[in-house]
């Protein structure tokens, strides 16, 4: 087991297996009780400074989970709106503390994804086949992550193979809606040699409209990811490893429209996005529980949407383009009671968004392209530190400071400090204040969409300012028992100079009106948690968790759109006969405000699976999500429901070697 | 005694998940409603004291309205405008007053920058910034044809004939117009902006001339994204020529009767050219009850022998009329009330620069005549935005 930690504290790029293995100090039982993302150094979750929360890939898989959105969509203390920034079944966008968009910053191995769809990570495109577990670290977290992380950071962590010769994990299910998912592993490991490969593969029809139209509320869906990964030793204290992943996602919507005194005709509205990323990482066994690690990436996003009438040329394509290459060297310094953490991020990005329209002409087909977009290139440099200084084991203080200097407009400071008091073994007391910003994305800054035709124009504006936020965050665990632990918490969050198009501000040019992005947004948001974890027997496990949300446009002096203020979770896992499991999971979602005349409905939903071992480490399972067949309605705006509804799924799971080494 | 501890820590888990469980239901019945029933709004039920509440807001300014000729206000400073001649080529003033028609300096009217949009709700004037409108128009020309389609709106944002049938008067002769559709299919696709159309000469003898159908009449204009100067089609009733023009090369040529340009039909005479063209809706009083799935019901085929039953006599008593100036304030007047009474809301108006919006609201007219308002009792307020 302790094999495993260490393997999980170098997945999470912290530090070399090899000086994972000298550091791990934490006796964990399994090693998905190991949290890195708060701090960035390796705690046992229960006990960590900064609260993060877990899921794994086996609680994803209990859920019914085939992507990230799925996996987290129940998930307390947040909300997963699938398709509410786009068409339905579109992105699914995490809101954290009621941010969202790009106010929570979704990394994969330490990493910033890229390639936002309207702002948002579609966390639906992300597949679990080879993930390890999520974490979620709730509040501001730019102190350690920088742009994006007002709302809190979701954290996606691979894994290296962890035994000697050939592994390997399959699993393939089918669903309704002729839904397939197909996702396998296969690795091997020599020494501290290992190379993996991972591919995964997900399809679903889409979801009609209305019974007498070929319309699709939700397009028909397909995404596909190939990786592969590698990992050795040059020497005794320095290790390297390879990463490169491919993620292919394609979705074929469908809508008809009616032309009076001609009839009906289709529009397809195909998107494709590709999205590659390539990393390279050097870790170095400083001794002594000190490491240094180089991070080496390069991400390149390409997506097409693009909405053409059937069997003619006759329509619009839009392609983004948007690419990242970042280095990153960090530093852990363990010194007694003290932890440095100290490193620096250097990145660039490239962005650009063009629009190709192909117009039917008196004399002919007619294309014009314009740039919705200017290329943009983003340059940022960010040194960061934190001390991890424990008093005892009663009480760590966690100061924090991470600086941003950006190309386009100067610099910013997010400080944060965060402590964790443990006066018995049985209490864990935990606070901390920081500050969170988010950087102008090259769309706010540079974007030209224009509707003069219809009298306005949206347009970006350079001169654009961080958004800035404060927030705190305070938690109290009690662990009543080994089978019963009580969590409270709360938090607060301010935040300053939000972009947003200034709708109230146009300026007009003749009969031209030109609506800019602008910060004059400001937001509060508050919250509290409670939750209790118990095991009423030792096949009996179940959880309940209460939400609940308050939220301010201070501009507007209205809550924010789309925020529930009160979402309850239980669930219940049993393994009443031997080799059998039932896994069932419940969601109550409150009414939320979406404008002065419009609120989203409440509504539940009730998950539940069985399984049956079928041999060593294998499965047959099945299940039902949303078995109440909750899902949105067509045209209703802000409507937070699933959009999908029931869903049926059985499938078998499998890893090899099945006889586990003990 | 161990058997007992065993089983009692499960009933100790099971009593606290059961309190929490109940604690968190109650707990959710709540909901966020902080925030709302505290807004107040200004509703404009009738128009008397809610409108000259919100009017207050704005500066008062009283313009005389001859029965005939024009008068022009320049909204900054607010006062008349002296405008010696060329009023087209004029930036000393922002709206023009003509009978019961308001002109801004923009489009057709004027070589400004102006425009209008309206009508809004009076709660407009609480604020300092112009209110959220769609879109701010210049003045362009219409007439008869103006309300030929019903537009229904999200999600299907299409354009269904009426159906009327139109008078189109050349000197003493007479075309009855119908349109059919909008849209249809050039290279491929279903295209907006392709007119089909019917007509036929009325004579005086109460025979009609042979019908003729039109189709793909092309006002696609060059589509969304081609420049302003691209043209259109229009058409000679008499001669059945097509010729394309654009809007300029339109309003200074005599060889058409209709113009059609995106949603919008020209008539060739006094703002749309230089013919002396009129026209009129033969069904313009049945617009009011008309809905728009009754609109939709209809068809060309169900409406032909409408169409064939019109005849010279359909058209005797009515007003022909070429081309007028069609602003944003086109509905300022409510003309079912007599006299002629101002209808209780407010217009955004943006003056001949371009730069600077402005509300502007109406109390009831003095000294009313069946020509001009008398006396418009008008209310202007600066607006940012």
Redesign the interface.
Known sequence: MRTETAAMLCLAGLTSARNARAQVQVKARDPDTVVVTGTRTPEQSQRSTIKTDVVTRDEAERRGATNVAEALQSQPGVQVNPGAYGYLGGPSAIQIQGFDLQRVLILEDGEPVVGDVGGAIDLSSLPIGDIRRIEIVTGPTSALYGSSAIGGVVNILTSPPIKEGASGRARVEGRNRFGLLAQGNGSYRRGDTWAGVDVNFMRQDGVGRLAKLPDLQVPDTSRSMVGVRAGTSLSDKIDVRVRARWFRDRSDGLTS??????GN?IIDTPTETNRFTLHFIESIDLGKGSSLRFTLGRQWSDSTTATT?R?????EKRDREHRMQSFETVGTIANGKRTWVAGVRAQVEDFSQSLE?T????T???S?QIEEVVPRRFGSVAPYAQLQWKFGDKLTVLPGLRGEFYSLYGAAATPRLAAAVRPTKKWNIRASFGRGFRAPSAKELGYTFDHS????RILGADNLRPETSWGANADVTFQ??S??R?RAGTFMNWVHDLIDID???????????DYRYRNFGRARTFGAQ?D?T????KN?H?E?A?D?L???DDVG???LSG?P??T?T?SLRATPIDKFEAYARFR?V????VT?DTRTPGYSTLDLRVGRELWKKSQAYGGITNLFDVHQTQ?RVGDLRPPLGRIFYVGIRSEFPWEEDE | MKKNARSG??R???T??AA??F???G??A???T???GA?TTVTSTDGGTDALTSFSLGTEFRVNVPDDGRVYVKLSPLGMATVESAPETSSAWDLAFEGFDIATN??VSGAG???SFGPVDLVAFVAD??P?I?????DRAGGAFVDWYMYEGA??H????RYHVFGVKDGERIFKVQV?????????????GLY?IRYAEVLPDGSSGTTTELTNL?G?A?????PPSS?S?CLDLVTGART?LTEIEARASSAWHLCFRRQSISVNGEKGGPRGITAVDLEEDKMTGENIDAV?AL??ASQKSKFDSANYASFAGRTFRGDRVISGLDQWVDRTKTPFLPVDSAWVV?DQA????YLLGFAPFENPTTRSPGTVVMYVKPV??
């Open positions: 429209k009616v032309a009076p005194g001609v005709y009438q069997d003619s040329a006759v329509g329209k117009e039917s002409t008196s002919g087909l007619a014009s035709i219809y009298g306005y009543a028992s089978k019963v009580l709708i109230a501000n146009g300026t007009s040019e003749g009969t031209v009106a409670a209790i118990a095991d009423f027997h009996l179940g309940l209460y609940y308050w939220t301010r002096d209205q809550p925020r203020p009160h309850i239980a109550l409150a009414d939320a405000y002065t045209g | 820590r499960p100790l888990a099971a606290i998940f929490a469980t604690a968190v239901l707990a959710a709540c909901s966020d902080a925030g709302e807004r923009g489009g920058k102006g425009g910034t112009a959220v769609p879109f701010i128009s210049a999600p299907t299409a354009l269904w004939s059919l559709t909008y849209y249809g299919q050039r290279d491929g696709a279903t295209i907006s089909n092309d696609t060059g589509g969304a994204a081609a043209p089609e394309m939709k068809t060309a943006v371009g730069t600077q919006k940012k935005g």
